[in-house]
């Protein structure tokens, strides 16, 4: 079935290092993707989204790329920080029938970061 | 602060109870969503309402009973709950449902059930 899913559970990366996290996603039809960072205790909060006209966004300090051959998305971290220890999510925007659209989330990555 | 604010934040209760959560935003969305989130497992989609009009119910049990009066606020009404419940329930807003647009979620309220 459809699914979005992430090819790592945990990934620790020195501080000061630049951190990828990935995701799959085998919908070839989703046109809107967002990832989430969601600390200890809180809700997951929006970095940043890209639609698939796009195959690169750029916020501060984070990148997404969006890779619509082989169905990959990827956030990339520069100069990761002590305070960007978290669990990060993509998710999907999926049709879900009807005229209506979910989002489908992806289980998670935690990135710890080594100070 | 993410302007949405869940209460309570801990709930703890018993299986013949009722409670009540509730959720409300600040950010002039019309859109706000209930999901639930366990150890291990992605985020699931519970219910979904657009301009205080339910348009998603994601065969939710019917323990679990929504109520949305306006479109600041959401509640969820709670009874008669099982253990597998246990979880972290979110609260989200958009500006509208459905569509390319960022869910804004609050901080959970985190449920036990003895």
């Known amino acids: 079935g459809e699914s979005v899913g992430l090819h790592l559970p945990t990934l620790s990366v020195q501080e000061g290092d630049n951190s990828i996290i990935n995701c799959a996603y085998s919908?070839?039809?989703?046109?809107?993707f967002i990832w989430y960072k969601q600390e200890s205790g809180k809700g997951p909060q929006f970095i940043i989204d890209?639609?698939?006209?796009?195959d690169k966004r750029q916020g501060q300090r984070v990148t997404v790329l969006l890779n619509k051959t082989v169905k990959h998305l990827s956030l990339q971290i520069a100069a990761t920080q002590p305070g960007d220890s978290a669990v990060y999510f993509c998710a999907e925007n999926q049709y879900s029938g009807a005229g209506s659209y979910q989002l489908t989330f992806g289980k998670g990555t935690k990135l710890s970061v080594i100070p | 602060e993410t302007g949405v604010t869940q209460t309570p934040r801990h709930l703890v209760m018993g299986m013949t109870n009722k409670k009540s959560l509730k959720c409300e935003q600040h950010?002039?969305?019309?859109?706000m969503y209930w999901y639930k989130q366990s150890a291990k497992k992605p985020l699931e989609l519970m219910f979904v309402y657009n301009f205080k009009e339910q348009t998603e119910n994601n065969s939710v049990p019917s323990r679990f009973s929504p109520e949305c009066p306006n479109s600041s606020h959401l509640f969820l009404h709670l009874h008669t709950l099982q253990p597998e419940d246990s979880a972290l329930y979110l609260c989200a807003s958009s500006p509208q449902s459905g569509g390319d647009q960022p869910q804004h979620f609050g901080d959970g309220t985190r449920l036990s059930i003895l």
């Open positions: 890209i639609r698939s006209n796009m």
């Open positions: 950010l002039g969305h019309n859109a």
């Open positions: 919908n070839s039809a989703s046109d809107y």
